[in-house]
């Protein structure tokens, strides 16, 4: 088993910057592979970012692919996201998730998730 809690999340204006921040309780976090995901008010849930168990590969959503990064400190069992040049489209509650093996960007694969910790991005 594996917990995990999202911090981080906020009001920013368009243009801004923040940094969430995941952090794994439980077994070790180098088992898995973590993810980021977000879900907009009546919408499904969508990939923003995964990483390697290793940290040396990462896969962005096209979306948001050159304004974020997702990185980790398996030290710290601690999986990040910095998102940068934020828009309003990116206003959503967003997930940690952790899968074993291989990451993957399809949110059924994934068996652990946060509570989830909202961002909202003005106009």
């Known amino acids: 088993q594996v917990q995990l809690v999202e911090s981080g999340g906020g009001l920013v204006p368009a243009g801004g910057s923040l940094t969430l921040s995941c952090v794994a309780s439980?077994?070790?976090?180098?088992?898995?592979?973590m993810a980021w995901f977000r879900q907009a008010p009546g919408k499904e849930r969508d990939f923003v970012a995964t990483?390697?168990?290793?940290?040396?590969?990462?896969t962005y959503a096209d979306s948001v692919n050159g304004r974020f990064a997702i990185s980790r400190d398996n030290a710290k069992n601690t999986v990040a996201l910095q998102m940068n040049g934020l828009k309003p489209d990116d206003t959503a509650v967003y997930y940690c998730?952790?899968?074993?093996?291989?990451?993957?960007?399809?949110?059924?694969?994934?068996?652990?998730w946060g509570q989830g910790t909202q961002v909202t991005v003005s106009s």
């Open positions: 998730a952790a899968k074993f093996g291989t990451y993957s960007a399809t949110p059924s694969e994934y068996t652990y």
């Open positions: 990483i390697s168990r290793g940290g040396s590969t990462t």
């Open positions: 439980g077994r070790s976090s180098t088992i898995y592979s």
